[in-house]
T-cell receptor
Framework: GQQLNQSPQSMFIQEGEDVSMNCTSSSIFNTWLWYKQDPGEGPVLLIALYKAGELTSNGRLTAQFGITRKDSFLNISASIPSDVGIYFC???????????FGTGTRLQVFP | DAGITQSPRYKITETGRQVTLMCHQTWSHSYMFWYRQDLGHGLRLIYYSAAADITDKGEVPDGYVVSRSKTENFPLTLESATRSQTSVYFCARRVTPNTEAFFGQGTRLTVV
C-alpha cells in the first residue's frame, strides 16, 4: 500500500501568501522528487533532491531532503494564480527501483 | 516535451474485454513505469521495467500484464477489464533508478 503520507490534502490561500507542504514515511528514501500536475496533464518535475539534508531552490520553490531520509518538505513563496494545481512528493524507496508517490496536495490560490 | 508518448489518450471499453495501453519513449532510457491515478490515492505503481525483457510488480499489479520486448515500448494490458480499473494511467521513463521520472500525458480509461 501507500507508504508516503503527504499533507495537507488541500490548501486554499490568497495570492501572495507562502505555502508549505510535506511528506513523511516510516521507510527510508534515497531520492525525493516534487512534482506539479495541471488538469489533464502528466506530473511535471519541480525539484529533485538526492542527499539527506539537501536544500534546493527553483525560483519561488524551496525543498529539503530530511536528515533522517524519511521526510521532505516543499515551500512556495509569494504564491500566484498559476501555482494552482496538485503537488506530489515522490520517493525512491530504499534499495529498490520503485518510485512511490504521495497522495497529493491540491492548491487553490485566490486573487 | 517529456519524450514519452501514450496512446490512446481516451478509451472506453466494456467489462471483460482485453485492452492495451501503449507507451513509447523517444529516448532509450532503461527504466519505464506504469502508474494509475485515482482520486484520493495519488499515483500508484502498477509495474515497472529496468530494461528490455525485465519487468517487476509495483503496488497494484493484479489484473494487469506488461511486456518489454523493445527498450522504447512498454505496453500495459488489462486482460479482462473491470470497472475498478477505470482510472487515468500514466507511463514514465527514467535514466537510472535515482534520477527524475518524466511522464506522458496519460490515458483516461473508462470501463463500462
Amino acid at each position: 500500500g501507500q507508504q508516503l503520507n503527504q499533507s495537507p490534502q488541500s490548501m486554499f490561500i490568497q495570492e501572495g501568501e507562502d505555502v508549505s507542504m510535506n511528506c513523511t514515511s516510516s521507510s527510508i528514501f534515497n531520492t525525493w522528487l516534487w512534482y506539479k500536475q495541471d488538469p489533464g496533464e502528466g506530473p511535471v518535475l519541480l525539484i529533485a533532491l538526492y542527499k539527506a539534508g539537501e536544500l534546493t531552490s527553483n525560483g519561488r520553490l524551496t525543498a529539503q531532503f530530511g536528515i533522517t531520509r524519511k521526510d521532505s518538505f516543499l515551500n512556495i513563496s509569494a504564491s500566484i494564480p498559476s501555482d494552482v494545481g496538485i503537488y506530489f512528493c515522490a520517493g525512491q524507496l530504499g534499495d529498490t527501483d520503485k518510485l512511490i508517490f504521495g497522495t497529493g496536495t491540491r492548491l487553490q490560490v485566490f486573487p | 516535451d517529456a519524450g514519452i508518448t501514450q496512446s490512446p489518450r481516451y478509451k472506453i471499453t466494456e467489462t471483460g474485454r482485453q485492452v492495451t495501453l501503449m507507451c513509447h519513449q523517444t529516448w532509450s532510457h532503461s527504466y519505464m513505469f506504469w502508474y494509475r491515478q485515482d482520486l484520493g490515492h495519488g499515483l500508484r505503481l502498477i509495474y515497472y521495467s529496468a530494461a528490455a525483457d525485465i519487468t517487476d510488480k509495483g503496488e497494484v499489479p493484479d489484473g494487469y500484464v506488461v511486456s518489454r520486448s523493445k527498450t522504447e515500448n512498454f505496453p500495459l494490458t488489462l486482460e479482462s477489464a473491470t470497472r475498478s480499473q477505470t482510472s487515468v494511467y500514466f507511463c514514465a521513463r527514467r535514466v537510472t533508478p535515482n534520477t527524475e521520472a518524466f511522464f506522458g500525458q496519460g490515458t483516461r480509461l473508462t470501463v463500462v
